[in-house]
């Protein structure tokens, strides 16, 4: 199959109509590179990028559920810890963490893989129960998680960068397990600088981050996370050139090169040769 992978983000299960600049090359070519450096650990459905637009990647079954690997406190599971749980996903959180700290050993906290509305926490317990994946297989998603969040976080320390959480997908491909979607993007992943951390954390100040964590921010700080079932507001401007910049700062850090952006003004002829090239 062909995966064309546009400008748009989304945030809390909604979709933007508003485009950040060449997102979709900049993140395309993000999983390339974490493909690349996680196909030791697990197959993937991914091909090949013929075009930084342009994934051709194995048509797998996905599975009913995501798995987010939480090396710290921080986004989904602090509000979740603000608000009084000390229980994530089945995992007990200890007293007495600050935001952003680290935990003793990574989570794995899985959720459930919604078509429509909201995905939703659940326990390792509750998958079996409910026959999303069988006990089997879901001990193997928990194992390949942790080592590719393993990966990644010695993949990002190597660029002065914290991998704080990230979200794995997975799916079948002729009955073997298969990594799907994307890997160690910001789209999927939260990184924090290595070189602040410290001295952010034991002053209470917020962490410098690389992710998509800022437009959930922003939403929350102007109020728009409750009401946008009913209406999405308009991302501004400025904000999606700053969303632009810190994707492609990520890009650079994490790949050492400079991104180039491509012309797409003639994207649909490219396209159409690519999916006969490929026979798609």
């Not at 979709?24 to 459905?45: D, E, R, V």
């Not at 637009?53 to 989904?76: D, F, M, S, W």
């Not at 939403?219 to 904000?239: S, Y």
């Not at 650079?252 to 006969?276: C, M, R, W, Y």
Request: proline fraction near 5%.
């Amino acid at each position: 199959m062909a995966i064309v992978a546009t400008d748009r983000i989304s945030a809390f299960d909604h979709i933007f109509s508003e485009p950040i600049p060449f997102k979709g090359q900049l993140l395309n070519q993000l999983a390339w590179h974490g493909f690349q450096q996680i196909s030791s650990i697990c197959p993937h459905h991914l091909l090949e990028v013929p075009h930084p637009n342009v994934t051709i990647a194995r048509k797998c079954q996905p599975l009913p559920v995501e798995v987010v690997v939480r090396g710290y406190l921080t986004g989904h599971a602090w509000r979740v810890y603000k608000d009084g749980g000390r229980e994530l996903c089945g995992e007990k959180l200890p007293e007495g963490l600050l935001e952003h700290e680290a935990f003793a050993q990574p989570l794995v906290t899985p959720t459930t893989k919604a078509h429509e509305g909201h995905d939703e926490d659940i326990s390792a317990e509750e998958i079996i129960k409910k026959g999303l994946v069988s006990q089997k297989m879901w001990n193997e998603i928990h194992r390949i998680s942790l080592s590719l969040f393993e990966k990644g976080t010695e993949a990002a320390m190597d660029k002065g960068l914290i991998l704080v959480d990230t979200k794995y997908e997975f799916g079948v491909y002729e009955n073997e397990l298969v990594l799907i979607d994307e890997v160690h993007t910001p789209d999927s992943s939260r990184f924090f600088y290595a070189d602040e951390y410290y001295t952010r954390l034991k002053n209470g100040q917020p962490q410098k981050q690389l992710s998509k964590e800022f437009l959930r921010e922003w939403l929350i700080e102007h109020g728009h996370h409750a009401d946008m079932d009913r209406q999405l507001p308009v991302l501004p401007d400025d904000l999606r050139i700053s969303i632009y910049h810190r994707y492609r700062e990520l890009y650079e850090k994490l790949t050492g090169q400079s991104f180039q952006p491509v012309d797409t003004t003639h994207f649909n002829s490219d396209l159409a040769a690519i999916l006969e090239r490929f026979e798609v």
